[in-house]
């Protein structure tokens, strides 16, 4: 062999200069750039410029960005059918969990407390209160109605109140659901602040696999301070029980989660120092919700969007210095949307699906029976509005949840492939609707996207990673790892 | 794209701004898909006037600048009228990519729906074409 002839003038010669366009949503990243996502959400950045001229076919058919449209599907040539095949494999794949209808189980044990932390999303009652427990009876209809649902994976959560203060109905959720899920793959998590947590719950725990979730909102004074209880030590309760759960379940066993207030905003950098402190591998700047006692705390521990936005873009940055400095730490809610954005697993974030997550991929069963489309919709309920109550255990059959309620009109007409603000929008492919979101605050479940807080939160996020994939390498290379 | 001679004017006493877009250059799905997006600064009317397209603005606070939603006006609606242009070509396959992708059957080559996966009609599991051989097809197997 020689080489090749000098007439070779590359690959590109071979290539059909016709191509089609194939769907894409496209829009403004920033001044300089917008950002194209195909129908499976792979994306690309280009300068206006170069979208244009890519839809009206002024690109010279040996550019190089038409070889990485085509690449990603955003083109074909030759009605090749291999892209449309890639595409709805693709498609297909992220829907895929859909068919198995709703894996995620909330279950409600008990409304009682012991803490009294201002921005409680649940309206919580005093913990010697009476008459805000399940009961036996109420339970075992739970289980037996969740497990008439189709979906060989579920996930079990217990919420609350704590549900430790009404242990026993746990105990019996877990034993009924185990003996009658018949080789379904079941999870279990308990959403505990762990004050209460003793060696007879740890060795439960441990015989049955059950995970821990807890609230760690920062360093001392902060999470004193967003969550009293008698003696003022929800801190050294809530880090002895993440150390005996450590020690008895295993490291990975417990994680936590914290709720941004307007305490928060001044030092994220203290709130991921401190996980980094107690050894936690992920962290989730979660946003306060306007649910619960939340919403009536409003004035006092609330914020502006924007405001949250610097929190998060600072809080990211002190994760990804730890992790430069050899700290591996995700934070959560970027892996969600980083999976959405880099790989096509299927989703699961219940506010981030299109339909609608509420009831088709989650219910939550409160203490009294009744039975909610989302833990959202619970708290709803709580301040008054039971907008998203499909019916009660003792008197609902499976099939009535959901044929019988307004779920399917909410899912149907909350679809962001459809909806103004949504239906053009390049992030649409890993966004959602969050109708319970859009209910509460706007008071309209489809809800106004220009002026929408979810809308705003979510857009700049993804707005904020996908620059950082562009134009950071150091970030881009921690970040494409929390995909996976 | 708006000219000079269809620059907006200004603003009224009552505050409203009137834009106006060539019908020849926008349609009016455009140009109301980009005033909607406007709706949470200004109050938006979109009207035909002797044929012309024209979207009326009143910013909602004194903050806002007139002249700043005009001009993101007009780029938004430049946005939006490459859009419909997208979607005028793609409508069609992308029909096609969601039904094929929801669907039990393979909508996208018919022949194969009830072929059994062994078969190979299309001579996938076949070894590559032989260059020696000038009359092969493109589906047979190498001459021996």
């Given at each position: 062999m020689t080489g090749l002839a000098p007439s070779f003038g590359g690959a590109s010669e071979f290539l059909d200069p016709q191509y089609e366009l194939l769907p894409f949503r496209f829009m403004r990243l920033d001044e300089g750039r917008y950002v194209a996502t195909n129908l499976a959400g792979d994306y690309l950045c280009l300068s206006r410029e170069q979208l244009a001229a890519f839809i009206e076919k002024r690109l010279p058919a040996n550019d190089r960005l038409l070889n990485d449209l085509e690449a990603r599907q955003f083109l074909r040539r030759g009605y090749d059918l291999a892209p449309l095949e890639l595409l709805a494999a693709q498609y297909r794949t992220q829907q895929s969990q859909r068919r198995w209808f709703t894996s995620l189980h909330l279950f409600v044990g008990t409304l009682r407390c012991d803490h009294s932390c201002q921005y409680c999303q649940v309206s919580r009652a005093h913990d010697a209160a009476a008459g805000y427990d399940m009961t036996p009876e109420t339970a075992d209809r739970a289980v037996d109605l969740m497990l008439e649902g189709p979906s060989p994976q579920l996930k079990v959560e217990f919420q609350g109140g704590e549900p430790l203060l009404n242990f026993p109905i746990v105990e019996r959720i877990v034993r009924r659901t185990k003996a009658q899920a018949e080789g379904r793959f079941v999870q279990f998590v308990v959403a505990t602040?762990?004050?209460?947590?003793d060696d007879g719950k740890l060795k439960f725990f441990s015989q049955h696999g059950i995970k821990v979730s807890t609230s760690l909102d920062g360093p001392r004074e902060l999470h004193n301070r967003n969550r009293p209880r008698p003696g003022r030590d929800a801190y050294e309760a809530t880090l002895r029980g993440i150390q005996r759960c450590r020690e008895q379940?295993?490291?990975?066993?417990v994680s936590a989660l914290l709720t941004c207030t307007a305490d928060s905003l001044r030092q994220p950098e203290a709130i991921v120092d401190e996980y980094v402190a107690q050894g936690f591998r992920s962290i989730f700047l979660r946003h306060i919700s306007p649910y619960g006692f939340a919403a009536r705390s409003q004035q006092r521990i609330g914020y502006e969007t924007e405001q949250f936005l610097e929190f998060y873009r600072r809080g990211l940055a002190r994760i990804l210095w730890h992790n430069q400095q050899g700290y591996p730490l995700r934070e959560t809610y970027a892996s969600i949307l980083l999976n959405r954005i880099l790989t096509t697993a299927p989703p699961g974030y219940v506010d981030l699906l299109s339909p609608t997550g509420l009831g088709l991929n989650c219910l939550a069963y409160d203490y009294d029976g009744d039975v909610y489309a989302s833990d959202e919709g619970r708290m709803l309920a709580q301040m008054g509005d039971d907008s998203f109550r499909l019916g009660n255990v003792h008197q609902t059959r499976w099939r009535d949840l959901f044929l019988e309620s307004e779920l399917l009109t909410i899912a149907d007409e909350t679809m962001t492939e459809g909806m103004p603000g949504c239906a053009d929008c390049a992030f649409q492919p890993y966004c959602g609707s969050d109708p319970v979101f859009h209910h509460v605050t706007?008071?309209?479940?489809?809800?106004?996207?220009?002026?929408s807080a979810f809308c705003r939160r979510n857009m700049e996020i993804m707005r904020h990673l996908i620059r950082s994939l562009e134009d950071d390498a150091c970030a881009a290379r921690i970040l494409r790892q929390w995909a996976l | 794209m708006a000219s000079e001679s269809q620059s907006p004017t200004p603003p009224e006493e009552d505050g409203w701004i009137v834009v106006p877009f060539a019908k020849e250059v926008y349609s009016i799905n455009a140009v109301l898909k980009a005033a909607y997006r406007f709706t949470h600064r200004a109050y938006v009317k979109v009207e035909l006037n002797n044929g012309q397209i024209e979207a009326h603005l009143r910013p909602k606070t004194t903050e806002e600048s007139g002249v700043t939603l005009t001009r993101e006006l007009f780029n938004e609606a430049l946005d939006q009228q490459l859009r419909e242009t997208l979607a005028r070509e793609t409508q069609s396959v992308r029909d096609l990519i969601l039904g094929h992708a929801l669907s039990e059957t393979n909508l996208l080559d018919a022949e194969l729906t009830d072929v059994d996966s062994g078969a190979d009609p299309l001579g996938i599991g076949r070894p590559a074409l032989s260059f020696r051989d000038p009359n092969s097809s493109q589906h047979s197997a190498p001459t021996p």
């Open positions: 602040n762990l004050a209460l947590l379940l295993g490291h990975e066993s706007q008071g309209d479940r489809v809800g106004h996207r220009p002026s | -």
